[in-house]
């Protein structure tokens, strides 16, 4: 039989994930802690037995959320070889921040902008979050940075020559953001109407910029 805090623990998790749903379906201006609690099968009551306003519900919503989507960017990466191509990296990476969720969570971001309250209860949360994308991002660039060693062995024993070529852990971690971000404003635009390109334009332009990197190393050998 669970404990009282085993229960407590589950009814939370129950609201976040039906404040989720709620955030995808209705969007931040149609959050309420009515939508949630009838979303979650639960009474209002219930709601602020563990969120003290609609504003703490909303922010520990976008937290959930995001901790959701830290996860299945996890579970992307850690099936991808140190052989990936760029190519090959930046696709995962369009399907992780392309997820509806991301939209959902930088409309949250958008209302934050002109609600101090909401702000300050965002902040720590989207700190945190970058955090965690760069360790996830750092890793990634480790892995990456090994097999370009490993690819970039002279002839004869010579020593790897990718830090040469410049693809070094640093990088390959500023590339990736810049792709993050660069593909998180693409897709909001695309939900607004304004299709000002294609993921597949952003993920050739990211597949030119590390065979640039490569032919610069050819040539300096």
């Known amino acids: 039989?669970?404990?009282?805090?085993?229960?407590?623990k589950q009814t939370r998790t129950r609201l976040l994930e039906a404040g989720t749903?709620?955030?995808?379906?209705?969007g931040a201006a149609g959050f309420s802690t009515v939508a949630v609690a009838?979303?979650?099968?639960?009474?209002?009551?219930?709601?602020?037995?563990?969120?003290?306003?609609?504003?703490?519900l909303l922010a520990a919503t976008v937290e959930f959320a995001l901790a959701e989507l830290?996860?299945?960017?996890a579970r992307s990466f850690s099936v991808v070889g140190a052989d990936a191509t760029a190519t090959?990296?930046?696709?995962?990476?369009?399907?992780?921040?392309?997820?509806?969720?991301?939209?959902?969570?930088?409309?949250?971001?958008a209302q934050a902008r002109t609600n101090p309250e909401l702000r300050d209860l965002l902040t720590p949360i989207v700190e945190d979050h970058h955090r965690?994308?760069?360790?996830?991002?750092?890793?990634?660039?480790?892995?990456?940075?090994?097999?370009?060693?490993?690819?970039?062995?002279?002839?004869?024993?010579?020593?790897p020559?990718?830090?040469?070529?410049?693809?070094?852990?640093d990088f390959v971690s500023r590339m990736s953001f810049l792709f993050i971000y660069a593909m998180v404003g693409l897709t909001?635009?695309?939900?607004?109407?304004?299709?000002?390109?294609?993921?597949?334009?952003?993920?050739?332009l990211g597949q030119d910029l590390f065979d640039a990197v490569d032919e610069r190393g050819r040539r300096s050998r």
């Open 38 to 56: 009838e979303t979650a099968e639960l009474s209002n009551g219930a709601v602020f037995n563990h969120f003290d306003t609609r504003l703490d």
């Open 132 to 159: 965690h994308i760069k360790t996830l991002v750092s890793f990634l660039a480790e892995v990456q940075v090994e097999g370009a060693q490993a690819r970039g062995g002279g002839e004869g024993g010579d020593p």
């Open 188 to 204: 909001i635009n695309n939900e607004a109407g304004a299709a000002i390109g294609t993921h597949e334009t952003l993920i050739a």
């Open 70 to 73: 830290r996860e299945g960017f």
């Open 161 to 169: 020559v990718a830090a040469e070529r410049g693809i070094t852990p």
């Open 1 to 8: 039989m669970a404990t009282q805090a085993e229960r407590r």
């Open 88 to 109: 090959e990296l930046l696709t995962i990476l369009w399907e992780c921040m392309s997820r509806p969720e991301q939209t959902a969570v930088v409309e949250v971001f």
């Open 21 to 26: 749903a709620v955030l995808l379906d209705q």
